[in-house]
């Protein structure tokens, strides 16, 4: 009897097992997401979508040097790994770049088959050395369009010729003028401003550049004819 | 995300189909087993210990068929006829047709003992006036009993007849021993042997109540000789009555009526003291007569079987004078030698004493009386067989076979039967039972064997997709009828009474007394007591009126010629009115003894072994090619006369070890074939889901191997499973199968099993495959519905074609 039916246990083994394992779900092995920008300082905009930017899949978050393999971002900002099927289901999708010579940043964990994911890139802090200029007259009051001008020699600066000038620059409408190129050092600034006949002038201010310290000057500018 | 799977609808169609081929029912046409018998198919592989039932059976022909049932499947119970309907209703008819059929007889016999009947007459004149009356009373008591009016049995009893009863209840009643026996069964060499016989009760009554009967009545004692002799001296009587029949009928005046009185006087007398008339007189013989006087309706026999002893024929007739003068002649040789010197002759002598009494074994018609005897022989077998082996049953030990019977006809059925169709392989054949066979007739298989291809039924489809049925007792009635009454009786006149005139000197007066002178008168011839005495009551008171005074006158003369005159009318009457008896006995007596053989003492019982009907168990041969092969059971009723039984066709396949399928296989579990590739310092990865898959492969079958002929639905489990060993196709190195399979159906196969496929693992960093190795993943569990691969081209070539 067991012999005769053994067949048909077959069936009925085989039907069970096929019908549990079509109820299965499938695995996905893709990851898709969007990348975005978000920098109010230097290009004062929020989650911009970077078209054509490299987007970084990484395997360690930790390892800051490594990653995978990586992919380009459409016109639209979209980015699409394919995924080994290598039985992971973490990664980090990353972004390290320079945009307008400044380092943009952006990091983020995702799970295998996650379909949006949002990495916003943001401008990195840690490598910028700042300084703000204010340019000033006599009373405190703002200079706007003030030319500003960084020397690394103060004879150069005494001269007030700004050709001989490491960076020159245009204070804003308040008579602010901040950068992040210079290296940190010691530096001559000068400030320069002529309205009409009238010409103030500021020259060689000292000022000391650190790496990573925010530093603010002001300049009072005096007329000298 | 779940998807439509197809193959566990695949799966659940082959179920279906599965389901529906059971096991076909044999079904009966009623009409045709009325006169045939039925054949059914027997495989009694599921249970060894098997017991068979009649599934019909037919009286006249003894056939049976056969039928397991679950009830008789009790290893230690006994399969009884009597529970069979069929069979034990049987028994109450034959016994109750035995009953009717003497009843009959006894009605015959009583309806002779009629007054005006020719038995009666000889009865009433033979036995006495109260005969006829016995006799008929006697047989009316045993026709009660036999209509079941009587269920008493009265067993004391003086007369014989009386006894009859209670063989009757003893063999012809349902309560007696059972008409139809079956034996067994009986293991040997293989076979289950059962042995179905039957019992004659009628001649098993008739041969009991014989000896009883025989034992009583000593009618054995009778010689051929004496035998011989009391017919010849009846006959003498029969035509001396004739004669005597003749005087009287010639008489015309006294004297010639008084010779024909003498004559019938003398006739009477010399009857009397025939031995031959008085033989059977006696009660014992008396009783002999009545016992069997109804076997032959109105016919006294003194032998009433139709078969005689061997010595009745060697003293027959029929040997010629030639052997008593041989014989006689002999002796004279014999008594001429002992006579006169025999000295140096001694030899000669020999040779003469040799021949003594070897007469008739010369010279009778040897030729006639073996016939004779042959016939007598014949007959004798016959009555005394109470019993024969009806048909022997045999069937085989083995687990299973195929019942055919020679009285079916097989065209009203179809060839249904698995059994009979079921595909063989090599060195295998098929156990054929044929039932009923005629004894002493051939019977066997009639082969007809032709190579066909070795491909299994899906493979065929596949292919056509791309191009395309005894004795029944009778009493012995040759007996026939009462021969013609006698004709002497019916012609003989009637004698008018002789009137004696007074006037007749005959008479003379002496001195002794009237009535003493008056018998004096009487010659010796006619005396007769009783009448004597009647006529002198008669004259007694004539005679006291003249005994004294009158004596010697004229007076006493006048009444001894009156008493005279008067006891010779009374004698005369008598004498006519008893001759025609004489003469009836003498004749009958002639007749019964004229036709009489010797009678046997006891008769013995025969048991007939041989059966009228036996069973053949074949084989079909043996083959290791790839056969269409159809047999066809026969056997002869005659030696030209030869009866085919309904063909039956199967196939013969060859076991297949390996085998090669192709078709669709599914993975049931998820599975991604990721390819990573370094191009233009960019890493384009790939992923390849596909859980159908073309697939071929290799079937290692287990057991002997598949037949792919074995069209039956899963067949043998350890032939049918294989171990399956596949590749995916067009990717043959990234995807291997590793898997059991199973032949619902041959050639189909339905595979489960391992998936491994191909799933390289890549190291890449910075955009770089830094190393690629290959490796194998596993995936459980996958499904395929295979075929064979080269009727799968065929087909999808055929598709593409159009």
Redesign the interface.
């Known amino acids: 009897m067991c012999?005769?039916n053994?067949?048909?246990l077959?069936?009925a083994v085989?039907?069970y097992?096929?019908?549990s394992?079509?109820?299965?779900?499938?695995?996905k092995?893709?990851l898709r997401g969007r990348l975005f920008v978000s920098d109010e300082i230097l290009l004062g905009k929020k989650d911009l979508p970077l078209a054509q930017k490299r987007v970084l899949l990484v395997d360690n978050e930790n390892d800051s040097l490594?990653?995978?393999?990586?992919d380009t971002t459409d016109i639209e900002g979209y980015f699409l790994?394919?995924?080994?099927?290598?039985n992971k289901d973490h990664y980090t999708v990353r972004f390290t770049d320079t945009i307008n010579g400044y380092r943009y940043f952006g990091s983020q964990p995702v799970a295998r088959g996650e379909e949006n994911i949002l990495l916003t890139i943001r401008l990195d802090n840690s490598t910028l050395n700042y300084i703000k200029i204010s340019s000033q007259d006599t009373a405190g009051g703002g200079i706007p369009n003030a030319k500003v001008s960084f020397f690394t020699s103060s004879v150069l600066a005494q001269l007030g010729d700004t050709t001989a000038a490491t960076l020159v620059g245009t204070a804003d409408g308040y008579g602010d003028f901040v950068t992040y190129k210079l290296k940190p050092g010691t530096y001559y600034v000068n400030s320069q401003k002529s309205v009409d006949t009238m010409k103030f002038e500021k020259l060689a201010q000292e000022v000391q550049i650190e790496r990573g310290k925010p530093i603010i000057s002001i300049l009072q500018l005096t007329r000298i004819k | 995300?779940?998807?439509f799977?197809p193959?566990?609808l695949l799966?659940?169609v082959?179920?279906l189909l599965?389901n529906s081929g059971k096991a076909q029912q044999v079904k009966f046409d009623k009409n045709s087993v009325v006169n045939t018998l039925n054949y059914e198919t027997q495989d009694f592989r599921k249970k060894p210990d098997r017991k068979c039932h009649f599934l019909s059976f037919k009286r006249d022909t003894a056939r049976v068929n056969w039928r397991a049932e679950k009830r008789d499947w009790n290893k230690n119970k006994p399969v009884r006829l009597d529970s069979i309907p069929a069979v034990s209703s049987q028994d109450t008819v034959i016994k109750a047709e035995i009953r009717r059929e003497m009843l009959k007889k006894i009605d015959t016999a009583i309806a002779s003992l009629d007054p005006s009947r020719e038995l009666y007459l000889f009865l009433k004149g033979y036995y006495g006036d109260h005969a006829p009356a016995d006799l008929k009373q006697q047989l009316g008591s045993v026709r009660s009993f036999l209509a079941g009016n009587q269920p008493g049995v009265n067993a004391s009893h003086k007369r014989m007849l009386d006894s009859m009863p209670g063989f009757i209840n003893k063999y012809l009643f349902t309560e007696s021993a059972p008409v139809f026996t079956l034996s067994g069964p009986e293991k040997q060499e293989g076979f289950i042997t059962r042995i179905l016989s039957r019992t004659y009760p009628d001649n098993k009554f008739l041969i009991d109540f014989y000896n009883h009967t025989s034992a009583h009545a000593s009618v054995y004692e009778l010689t051929a000789d004496k035998l011989a002799a009391f017919a010849a001296a009846l006959d003498s009587f029969a035509q001396k009555s004739v004669r005597v029949r003749d005087t009287m009928n010639a008489a015309k005046d006294t004297a010639s009526v008084r010779i024909a009185l003498d004559a019938m006087q003398r006739f009477h007398n010399e009857l009397q003291a025939c031995e031959g008339y008085q033989y059977l007189k006696d009660s014992s013989k008396k009783n002999w007569l009545y016992s069997w006087s109804w076997l032959h309706s109105d016919q006294l026999m003194i032998n009433p079987l139709e078969f005689t002893t061997e010595s009745n024929y060697k003293n027959h007739p029929l040997a010629d004078d030639r052997a008593q003068d041989f014989d006689q002649y002999i002796d004279s040789l014999i008594a001429r030698y002992k006579r006169y010197d025999t000295s140096g002759r001694v030899e000669d002598f020999k040779k003469i004493l040799a021949m003594k009494k070897s007469g008739s074994d010369l010279f009778n018609q040897k030729e006639k009386i073996k016939q004779l005897t042959d016939e007598n022989n014949a007959k004798m077998a016959k009555f005394t067989l109470t019993g024969r082996n009806l048909n022997e049953i045999k069937l085989p030990e083995k687990t299973a076979f195929y019942l055919y019977s020679t009285s079916k006809d097989f065209k009203s059925n179809n060839n249904s039967d698995k059994y009979l169709t079921r595909t063989v392989t090599e060195g295998e054949s098929k156990t054929v039972v044929l039932l009923n066979v005629p004894a002493g007739q051939k019977s066997g298989l009639l082969e007809n064997i032709s190579e066909s291809p070795d491909q299994s039924a899906i493979g065929k489809l596949v292919d056509t997709l791309a191009g395309s049925a005894v004795q029944i007792f009778s009493y012995a009635s040759q007996y026939g009828a009462a021969g013609a009454v006698l004709s002497a009786l019916t012609t003989l006149p009637k004698v008018a009474p002789v009137k004696f005139s007074n006037n007749s000197n005959a008479f003379m007066v002496s001195d002794r007394s009237v009535f003493e002178e008056f018998k004096a008168k009487v010659p010796p011839l006619h005396r007769d007591a009783e009448l004597l005495n009647k006529t002198n009551q008669k004259f007694i008171l004539k005679q006291k009126n003249t005994n004294e005074q009158y004596i010697k006158d004229s007076a006493q003369k006048s009444l001894i010629q009156e008493m005279f005159s008067s006891y010779m009318d009374d004698l005369t009457q008598k004498y006519t009115a008893r001759f025609p008896s004489d003469s009836l006995q003498a004749l009958y007596l002639s007749r019964m003894l004229a036709n009489a053989t010797l009678v046997p003492k006891k008769l013995d019982t025969a048991f007939t072994k041989e059966p009228l009907l036996t069973t053949g168990v074949f084989e079909t041969s043996t083959s290791n090619k790839s056969n269409t092969e159809i047999i066809t059971p026969y056997y002869t009723k005659a030696e030209d006369d030869t009866v085919k039984l309904k063909s039956f066709e199967y196939e013969r396949g060859k076991h297949h070890r390996f085998q090669l399928s192709a078709g669709l296989a599914?993975t049931?579990?998820?599975l991604?074939?990721?390819t990573?590739k370094q191009e233009n310092g960019?890493?384009?990865?790939?992923?390849q889901?596909q859980q159908y898959q073309l697939g071929i492969g290799l079937h290692i079958h287990l057991g002997k191997g598949l037949v792919l002929k074995d069209e039956r639905?899963?067949g043998k489990?350890l032939e049918?499973s294989s171990v399956y060993v596949g590749i995916g196709i067009p990717e043959p190195l990234g995807n291997l199968y590793l898997g059991y399979s199973?032949d619902?159906f041959p050639g189909l196969k339905?595979i489960?099993g391992a998936h491994f496929y191909r799933?390289n693992?890549?190291e890449?960093?910075?955009?770089v495959i830094v190393e690629e190795r290959l490796e194998y993943r596993m995936a459980l569990?996958f499904?395929a519905i295979q075929v064979d691969p080269a009727g799968l081209l065929k087909a999808l070539n055929v598709i593409k074609s159009n």
């Open positions: 012999k005769k053994t067949p048909l077959l069936v085989l039907i097992t096929i019908v394992s079509c109820t299965k779900t499938d695995k092995l893709y490594n990653f995978l393999y990586s790994f394919n995924l080994l099927n290598d | 995300m779940r998807k799977c193959v566990p799966m659940l082959a179920l599965a599914y049931a579990q998820h991604v074939q990721s990573a960019q890493i384009t990865i790939s992923n889901s639905f899963a489990f049918r199973y619902f339905s489960v799933q693992q890549y890449i960093l910075n955009n569990p499904f």
